[in-house]
């Protein structure tokens, strides 16, 4: 399996900043695309950011310019440094991952791994 952990997220002022991680374990192969989404309460949850294993970005309207997706590939860690955050964007933030497990050492299998997520409250 391959198993996500996320963390950094917590309570900022409007306008404040905050950088949230996403470690990846587990019986990793390769780890293809990563993206972080947010679920507000009784929202869907709606893709932010996406990376590709080649770096490559794509971010949602409501945060390009603000929000920032990189990854350490020798780390297995996928950062989102957020700026200028606003009041409407508090949510549970969850990490993903497409990528490749590993099987009996002789097969890799295709796998979604998804982080219990990281709570991030804005204050106004």
């Known amino acids: 399996q391959v198993q996500l952990v996320e963390s950094g997220g917590g309570l900022v002022q409007a306008g404040g900043s905050l950088r949230l991680s996403c470690v990846a374990s587990?019986?990793?192969?390769?780890?293809?695309?990563m993206g972080w989404y947010r679920q507000a309460p009784g929202k869907q949850r709606e893709l932010d950011a996406s990376?590709?294993?080649?770096?490559?970005?794509d971010y949602a309207d409501a945060v390009k310019g603000r929000f920032t997706l990189s990854r350490d590939n020798a780390k297995n860690t996928v950062y989102l440094q957020m700026n200028s955050l606003k009041p409407d964007d508090p949510a549970v933030y969850s990490c993903?991952?497409?990528?490749?497990?590993?099987?009996?050492?002789?097969?890799?299998?295709?796998?979604?791994?998804w982080g219990t997520g990281t709570l991030v409250t804005v204050s106004s």
């Open positions: 993903h991952a497409d990528a490749w497990a590993s099987y009996c050492d002789s097969y890799y299998l295709p796998v979604d791994s």
């Open positions: 587990g019986s990793i192969h390769s780890i293809n695309d």
């Open positions: 990376i590709t294993s080649a770096g490559s970005t």
